[in-house]
């Protein structure tokens, strides 16, 4: 479906909904109506442009009833405590305003809370959980219940190719927060493998290199065609059952497609947050609610070496920086002829070591400040820590 039919499609839906003063906005892509709600339509477009007009429509007007209908969040907590659910997302959302409750998962993927209504999902806010009465883990553990009494548990002996398809009930593709649902298929000859490509869908099979191949490719398709993505990355069990990324569960065949996945994950999150905050600087000049001066926020580069995918970033003489977490940093400066040279390439740990650089609390994902290029002895024992030397 073409962007201007499709904007036809919502509109008429909208005015079919009883809404006669909805107005298109190109600038952001919403629909704005006069009680204030705006409809964002980036979402709902990517997930339509490949469907038949039919299809189309029928989506269409399923977001639209959803985003019209008059759904209210309980005020009170015995009555929103049944409705709660966890969902994985991925940490940049809500960049752009007030974060919903979360809390870290896995490296770059947080726990969210939604409340579950009869049309939509809300998000839940931490004015909201303050306004019930209760705690943010209060709020987790009913939320972590729920999603217990909906998941499917499983065995070794099912574990085959398993794909789970969220029917708006079922949240599967949230089912690795569940205490053991996972470590449920593991214990047979193959360790079981979870992708959660977009929020969902669920996909679960065994660690079988050869099938390995071609699942972490079709994952990494698919999440860069999600309209929402989640994750490239594989999940798996470590010893004690508890949910890991593959990668960090030991040698594998598979390492490197691991790899791949998680520098890929990492560089896209960074730079959907590198840039906001770049856009945000250029606009206000600081970041005072985030209680940060100005500094250039660097990106994170992707690199392939013959152990795997690694993530680097550029760490150049003369500039102030805002530096996200990766596996390395390249420290570089012009020589005396005016050239760009490279210092040294150290692991990140070892830099934040030797400069005793910190992370900003107010920064997710996490980044260090970088005010000031090394001193002439820190910059010696840089050098000494050159991995490429």
């Given at each position: ?24 906005s190109a600038e952001d892509f919403s629909v704005q109506h006069s009680d204030g709600r705006v409809i964002f339509l980036d979402n709902i477009f990517r997930e339509c442009r490949h469907l038949g007009p039919a299809e189309s429509e029928e ?72 306004s019930w009465g209760v705690d943010a883990e209060q709020v987790f553990a009913a939320a972590r219940d729920n999603l217990l009494a909906l998941s499917k548990p499983g065995s070794p002996a099912e574990l085959q190719i398993l794909r789970f ?8 593709a949230s089912w690795l927060l569940v205490p053991g649902w996972l470590a449920g298929y593991a214990g047979g000859a193959a360790r079981p493998v979870a992708f959660i490509a977009e929020n969902d869908s669920l996909l679960v099979v065994p ?183």
């Amino acid at each position: 479906m073409e962007r201007e039919q499709f904007v036809e499609t919502v509109l008429a839906s909208v005015r079919a909904h009883g809404i006669g003063d909805a107005e298109y906005s190109a600038e952001d892509f919403s629909v704005q109506h006069s009680d204030g709600r705006v409809i964002f339509l980036d979402n709902i477009f990517r997930e339509c442009r490949h469907l038949g007009p039919a299809e189309s429509e029928e989506r269409v007007t399923a977001f639209v009833a959803a985003m019209t209908g008059s759904d209210d969040v309980p005020g009170d907590w015995d009555s929103v405590r049944p409705m709660l659910r966890s969902v994985l997302r991925p940490v940049t959302l809500g960049q752009d305003g007030p974060r919903p409750l979360h809390r870290a998962a896995f490296p770059f993927i947080d726990e969210v809370i939604v409340v579950d209504l009869p049309r939509t999902r809300a998000f839940v806010s931490v004015e909201q959980v303050a306004s019930w009465g209760v705690d943010a883990e209060q709020v987790f553990a009913a939320a972590r219940d729920n999603l217990l009494a909906l998941s499917k548990p499983g065995s070794p002996a099912e574990l085959q190719i398993l794909r789970f398809v969220d029917d708006g009930d079922s949240y599967c593709a949230s089912w690795l927060l569940v205490p053991g649902w996972l470590a449920g298929y593991a214990g047979g000859a193959a360790r079981p493998v979870a992708f959660i490509a977009e929020n969902d869908s669920l996909l679960v099979v065994p660690d079988d290199p050869e099938l390995l191949v071609e699942v972490f490719e079709m994952i990494e398709q698919q999440y860069r065609d999600a309209a929402r993505p989640v994750s490239p990355q594989g999940y798996t069990v470590d010893e004690h059952g508890t949910v890991v990324p593959f990668d960090e569960a030991g040698p594998h065949p598979s390492m490197p497609l691991a790899l791949r996945a998680r520098a890929g994950l990492a560089a896209t999150e960074y730079s959907i947050q590198t840039d906001h905050l770049n856009t945000m600087f250029e606009e206000y000049l600081e970041l005072p609610d985030l209680d940060i001066a100005p500094a250039y926020a660097a990106a994170v580069n992707y690199e392939e070496s013959t152990d795997g995918a690694f993530t680097s970033v550029v760490w150049g003489e003369g500039v102030e920086y805002l530096l996200p977490e990766t596996d390395v940093v390249r420290f570089l400066r012009r020589d005396d002829n005016d050239e760009v040279e490279l210092v040294c390439t150290v692991p990140f740990p070892t830099v934040v070591e030797i400069l005793g650089l910190t992370p900003l609390p107010t920064l997710d994902p996490i980044r260090f400040e970088a005010r000031h290029w090394p001193d002439p002895t820190a910059l010696s024992r840089l050098r000494a820590a050159d991995i490429e030397q």
